[in-house]
């Protein structure tokens, strides 16, 4: 049910009257991204197979510059694996006059990582809080800073400093993190600051102390999950693309992309038809193999309606 009313939601976003029109396309199609190159290029790959003359103009950016891009018309779409922030939406209210438009084109989730041979079995969310921070505003009692702190008594684990490696700045699922996890709480003075993603995964699988966090995408070899108990709850839940689906997972995101839409006029016809193509059956099979999950019928049904009116 949180699942279904997150996707909902998303495709709900208001326009107002007074607006002027959205850049006209000429060449390819510009996309900033920050994580998500290799699907859209096969996107792109596949449409190019039946129409040679489509082509993107694919930038890797950090999710903060994706939202900037697009409010100063240097891109025509901004996929990012967050929501924009309301001071984004404010100011591409501003720029326009009108806020922009989005569509759920997938969903992922945030999966606690850890190096395959940690023993550690399961984790509540405020523990994993109480791990990362000094304020500890999920709740949790006391401070996390070994694993035996978290029943990791046996060989040397019960002294063993937890290492927390985060993610870089600008990266949108560690604003996930921030608002789902530790509510904006401080960070403790010893966690790792990763310079990419591929440097957190890289510690992570050296050091059998380390935890972080990442997408579904980038459970690689030598690194594991730990299943999470969902508040409230007894049971802790395995990630996986059937628990993300059902939404019985409870770290469960959307994957959005954000464009340019004045009211009441046409999307511009290479951008629709790449729309299309992302939220059609085709599209959508993509999106497992890249540590994605394809969104419900239902959605897509209506995402289709909102492109078409």
């Known amino acids: ?10 495709l709900l976003l208001g326009s107002c009257l007074q607006a002027q029109e959205s850049p006209k396309v000429t060449g390819p199609i510009t996309i900033c991204s920050y994580d998500m190159e290799p699907l859209i290029l096969l996107w792109q790959d596949l449409l190019r197979s039946g129409e040679a003359n489509f082509k993107l103009d694919v930038r890797p950016n950090s999710a903060t510059e994706v939202a900037k891009a697009l409010i100063e018309g240097k891109s025509q779409l901004a996929p990012i694996n967050r929501e924009f922030k309301p001071d ?30 940690n ?36 060989g040397n684990w019960a002294n063993r400093p937890i290492v927390c490696v985060d993610r870089p700045e600008g990266d949108g699922l560690r604003e996930y993190f921030r608002q789902n ?37 980038e459970v690689f070899n030598n690194l594991r999950t730990v299943p999470l108990i ?16 059902s939404g019985e997972y409870p770290l469960t995101r959307v994957v959005y992309l954000y464009f340019n839409r004045a009211p009441n006029r046409p999307i511009e016809s290479s951008v629709l038809k790449f729309l299309q193509f992302v939220i059609s ?8 193999p890249m540590g994605f999950v394809p969104l419900p019928q239902d959605v897509l049904v209506m995402n289709k309606k909102r492109l078409e009116n």
């Open 1 to 10: 049910m949180r699942l279904r009313s997150i996707l909902t939601a998303a």
């Open 88 to 117: 984004e939406i404010a100011a591409f209210n501003a720029k326009w006059g009108y806020p922009p438009t989005r569509i759920a084109i997938g969903v992922d989730a945030l999966v606690v990582l850890v190096q395959k041979n």
């Open 119 to 154: 023993p550690l079995k399961e984790l509540r969310i405020d523990q994993f809080d109480a791990i990362w921070t000094t304020s500890r505003l999920s709740g949790h009692p006391k401070d996390i800073s070994t694993w035996g702190d978290l029943g990791l008594l046996t």
């Open 181 to 217: 996890i530790t509510k904006g709480g401080r960070n403790k003075e010893t966690n790792h600051q990763s310079s990419d993603a591929m440097t957190l995964i890289e510690e992570l699988v050296s050091n059998q102390a380390a935890i972080g966090y990442g997408g579904l995408g």
């Open 230 to 245: 969902p508040p409230g709850g007894k049971i802790a839940v395995e990630p996986s693309y059937e628990s993300v689906a």
């Open 281 to 288: 059956s085709k599209g959508q099979k993509q999106l497992a």
